[in-house]
C-alpha cells in the first residue's frame, strides 16, 4: 500500500522533501543506510543521524517527520512532538507494530525502506489521524461491550439470586428428609459393617487356620559336621518377624546343641518320649503341645532336644509326618524351622519334600564342597526315582570359616556369612543376625 501510494506520487509529480531521524544502535548497519538514501533518495529525504542524547534537539532543530530508532534504545519519546511519526526499525517482517509505535523491518531493500519512510513521513497526519479513529472505535465498542455485559451480568444475578432462594428452600426441605434418611441409612450401615467385620475376622481367622494347619517348613542341613548349621538355624529363626506369625524351632540333631542358644524349664515328657509316639504315629497334638517351650530372648517357640539320640535316628518318613501332621493340628505356627543331620535319611527326604526351602549350610572348603556335591547328586537320584524336584529347592548359604573358602558354581546361592569371631554364642547370634543374608531368608505367609 506504501509502495503504491508512493509510485502515484511520482506520476502526479506531487513530492515534498521530507527529514528523517536515523537513531540506529548497529552503526555499520546507520552509515550504510545513510550512503544508500543519499544516493537513491536525497530528493526526497533528508537523513539526520542522531544519538539518545541529542535526539529530541535535533527533531526541533530540523523539522523532523519521522525518527526511525532501532529496537532497544531507552530513549524519552514522550518529548518527541506528536506530529513526527516514530517508527521502529525491528528485524522481523510480520511485525506491523512494536506497542504503540509502527514497526518497519530493517532487513529489505533500502528503496523499500526509502518508500515506506517517505509514506510515512509525508501522510503521517493521515496515519495518526486513521489510527486515532480506529482507536476511538475500537473504545467505544469496548466501552458498549462492557456496558452489554454489565446488563448481562446484572441480569443473570437477578436470576442467580432468585434460584439461589427456591435452591435453599429445596436444600432444607432435601436436608431435613436426608437427615432421616442419613439417621436411619447409618443404622443399617453400622450393622452392615458390623457383620463385615464379624465376617473378615472369621475369614482372616479361617486363613489363618488353614495355613497353620500346614505351616511353611525351612530345613537347614549341613553339608557335614561341623559347619554351623544350629547357629544358623537359631539366627534365622531370630530374624522372623515376630508380627502374627508364629515361629516353631525344632532341632533333630542326635546330639544336641541347643543348651548353647537356648533357656528352658520345660517340665513333663521329653522330646524323646514325643519321637516315640511319632514314630508309632500315635502322636496327638495335645502331647505335643507339652513339650513345647517359649524363649524370650530369640523370641521364638521351641521342642527342647534333650537324650533323643536314638529316637532321631529311628523316627523315619512316616515318623516325621506323624510329627508335622500333629504340629499342623495344632494351628499354632505360621513357620517352623528345623536343624536336621547332615545324613540323607528317609526322614531327611521326607522333610525335603514337604519343605518350603532348604538350605544346605557350607563352609565352603575342599572338603565341605565334595559332600556338598554328593548330597546335591543324592538328591537329584531321588527326583529321577520318585518324579520329584527336589533340587529346584536347594540354596546354598555359605557360613564361612576360613577366608580361602570357594563357592560351588551352578547352585543357588542364598549369601555369605563372613569369618567371624566372637566370645560367646550369644555374642556370635548378635553378630549372625545383623548379617545381609538372612534378611529374605525366610518368606512370611500371607495373611
Do not use: W
Request: aromatic share 8%; hydrophobic share 35%; proline share 2%.
Amino acid at each position: 500500500m506504501i509502495i503504491l501510494s508512493l509510485k502515484k506520487a511520482v506520476r502526479e509529480g506531487n513530492f515534498m522533501k521530507i527529514n528523517v531521524a536515523l537513531l540506529e544502535q548497529d552503526l555499520n548497519y546507520q552509515n550504510r543506510l545513510v550512503v544508500a538514501f543519499r544516493e537513491k533518495f536525497s530528493e526526497h529525504i533528508e537523513i539526520f543521524q542522531c544519538n539518545a542524547h541529542n535526539v529530541t534537539g535535533i527533531i526541533e532543530e530540523h523539522d523532523i517527520k519521522v525518527l526511525a530508532m532501532s529496537q532497544g534504545y531507552d530513549v524519552d519519546l514522550s518529548a518527541v512532538p506528536e506530529q513526527c511519526g516514530i517508527v521502529v526499525l525491528t528485524d522481523n517482517k510480520t511485525d506491523e507494530f512494536v506497542g504503540d509505535y509502527m514497526a518497519l523491518c530493517k532487513y529489505q531493500k533500502v528503496s523499500d525502506i526509502g518508500k515506506q519512510l517517505y509514506y510515512i513521513g509525508t501522510n503521517y497526519d493521515k496515519i495518526l489521524a486513521e489510527r486515532k479513529e480506529k482507536q476511538r472505535i475500537e473504545e467505544e465498542e469496548r466501552k458498549e461491550r462492557e456496558r452489554i455485559a454489565e446488563e448481562e451480568r446484572l441480569r443473570k444475578e437477578e436470576e442467580e439470586r432468585k434460584e439461589r432462594e427456591r435452591l435453599e428452600k429445596e436444600r432444607l426441605e432435601r436436608e431435613k428428609k436426608e437427615e432421616e434418611e442419613r439417621i436411619a441409612a447409618e443404622k443399617a450401615r453400622q450393622e452392615e459393617e458390623r457383620k463385615r467385620l464379624l465376617e473378615e475376622q472369621k475369614a482372616r481367622e479361617e486363613r489363618i487356620r488353614a495355613r497353620r494347619s500346614n505351616p511353611d517348613l525351612y530345613l537347614f542341613i549341613p553339608a557335614t559336621d561341623g559347619e554351623g548349621s544350629s547357629v544358623v538355624s537359631v539366627a534365622a529363626a531370630m530374624v522372623t518377624p515376630k508380627d502374627n506369625i508364629n515361629v516353631l524351632y525344632i532341632d533333630f540333631k542326635q546330639i544336641g546343641k541347643m543348651d548353647r542358644y537356648f533357656q528352658t524349664n520345660s517340665v513333663g515328657i521329653g522330646f524323646d518320649e514325643i519321637l516315640k509316639q511319632a514314630i508309632e504315629e500315635k502322636l496327638t497334638p495335645e502331647e505335643l503341645s507339652n513339650v513345647i517351650s517359649t524363649d524370650n530372648h530369640i523370641g521364638v517357640d521351641f521342642i527342647y532336644n534333650s537324650e533323643c539320640m536314638f529316637e532321631v535316628g529311628f523316627l523315619g518318613a512316616k515318623g516325621f509326618e506323624n510329627l508335622m501332621d500333629a504340629i499342623g493340628k495344632l494351628e499354632r505356627y505360621d513357620v517352623v524351622i528345623a536343624n536336621m543331620e547332615g545324613t540323607l535319611s528317609p526322614m531327611t527326604y521326607e522333610a525335603i519334600k514337604r519343605s518350603a526351602k532348604l538350605y544346605f549350610v557350607a563352609a565352603g572348603t575342599p572338603e565341605s564342597n565334595q559332600y556338598l556335591e554328593n548330597k546335591v547328586k543324592a538328591i537329584g537320584k531321588f527326583d529321577a526315582y520318585n518324579d520329584t524336584k527336589l533340587t529346584d529347592n536347594i540354596n546354598i548359604l555359605y557360613n564361612m570359616f576360613d577366608r580361602k573358602s570357594v563357592k560351588l558354581e551352578g547352585l543357588n546361592d542364598a549369601g555369605t556369612i563372613p569369618v567371624m569371631k566372637a566370645k560367646s554364642d550369644a555374642a556370635l547370634l548378635e553378630l549372625m543376625i545383623k548379617q545381609p543374608a538372612f534378611a529374605q531368608m525366610i518368606s512370611l505367609p500371607e495373611d
